[in-house]
């Protein structure tokens, strides 16, 4: 049986506790049935494996976000480690210049010992990067283990191909459904299917026919069936060829 799968989404957010169950029902109804959902801090990794309980398809991510870099003490750091085991993936960590890029040096800090730790417990890293392509790759390159999916690309045609040369995943999110998204979608179009993810980013982003409105996992499947279309490919080809692509990235130990 094939589905697709939100390789990135905040349904952990306040937003969405009320119905969380009926948000996954939707899911469901929409052939959306597995969720990494991604954690920014100890009380959201809690209530998601709280969730996990009872949603064994949920995943779960965990990393300390850039934005946050001032607060993020070496205690949440041990117990980010302390909890390693427990993720699909470290993430989202990375670089975010967009509305303060006064303190570069405190989020490279935090970045590079969340990678050091991935690569300690031989864990995947999920890539946040705004407005901060050249540090994110400089970092990248010399810290990162082998397995690295930059999420939400929004980066120039130039970047994603350095990054696949390094041999990193790219995932794109709603942001390629826009009509003025000239970059995304020619990025989209080139990437080549064997390391290429599809997400939400949900709250944020929602995907066209429901760009204005909340965004939920369920969307997934409008940015899924866009790329098949951008692709010129058969929309059940495309996802199952997503679910390989995250079961290789996610599933698989090396
Ligand atoms: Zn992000
Ligand atoms: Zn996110």
Known sequence: MSYWIDSHCHINEERYKKDFDNFLSIAKQNNVLRNNVICLNKEEYLYTLQKQQQYPFLDISFGYFPEDADHVTDEDLQYLESVVDSLVAVGEIGLDYHWDDTKKDVQKQL?????????????????????????????????????????????????MKQYLKLGYYISFSGVVTFNNATEPKKNAKEVPLDKMMIETDCPYL????????????????????HIAQLKDMDPQQLMEQLMENYRRFFDEKD
């Open 206 to 225: 929602t995907p066209v026919p429901f760009r204005g409105q909340m965004n939920q996992t369920a969307y997934v499947r409008y940015v899924g069936e």
């Open 111 to 159: 970045f590079i010992k969340q990678l050091e730790i991935a690569k300690r417990h031989n864990k995947p890293v999920i890539i946040h990067s705004r407005d901060a392509a050249k540090d994110t790759y400089d970092i990248l390159k010399e810290y990162a283990g082998d397995k690295v999916l930059m999420h939400c690309f929004s980066e120039s045609n130039e970047m």
